[in-house]
C-alpha cells in the first residue's frame, strides 16, 4: 500500500537529525514531484573499510527514501582524497557489494562517480563551484568544522563542493551529516 504524502514526509524526516528547509518546505516538495531524486553521498575511505554509519546507516536510510517513493543518486567521491584513482574505485565498488549484501534495496538508486561527472561537464562544474566559493565567506566554511581556527583549505573547498554536487545533479533533498537539506 503506497504511503500518503504526510506519512512519506515523516519516512524522509526520520532520516535525518534536521530539516533544513522545514518540513512545509518538504510536504511542498512531494505534493509538486511524487518521485524527487534524494542525494546521498559516499568517500570511499584510503583504508577501504566501511564504518557503521556508512554501511548499515546508509542501507537503512536509502531503504527509507525509496519506501517514500523516491529515487536515490548516491555520489560516491572518488576524486576528493587522491591517490591511485584504482584502488579508490575498487573500495567504492566493494561498499556497493557490502550495501546490496546489507539488504540496500536498489530498485530506484543510482551510483555517480564523482570523477566522471565532473569530467563529462568540466566546462559546466568548476565555474559553478567557483561562483558558490566567490558567495561565500571563509569565516562561515572555518565554522562548519568542530576546530574552526586549524582548518585546512582544502576542507574549505568541501562543504562549497557539496553545494555544487546538489545543483549540478539536479538534485531535490540531501542527506549532510545528519541533515536532510
Known sequence: MAMGVEERVATLLSTAEECVGGEDELLTLLHRNPRPICFHSFEPSASGRLDIAQ???????????????CRVKILIQDQRMGGDLN??????????????ALGMDLDGV?????????????????????????ETK??????????????MVDQ????????????FLDLEVSIYDGSLV
Open 87 to 100: 584502488k579508490i574505485r575498487a573500495t567504492g565498488h566493494h561498499m556497493i557489494e557490502v550495501w546490496k
Open 110 to 134: 543510482e551510483f555517480v562517480w564523482s570523477s566522471e561527472e565532473t569530467n563529462k561537464r568540466a566546462h559546466e562544474y568548476w565555474p559553478m563551484v567557483m561562483g558558490l566559493a566567490r
Open 138 to 151: 571563509v569565516g562561515r566554511l572555518a565554522s562548519l568544522h568542530p576546530d574552526g581556527k586549524n582548518v
Open 55 to 69: 554501511g548499515v546507516g546508509k542501507v537503512i536510510d536509502v531503504n527509507k527514501m525509496i519506501r517514500a517513493g
Open 156 to 167: 574549505l573547498w568541501e562543504p562549497i563542493m557539496r553545494c555544487a554536487d546538489i545543483l
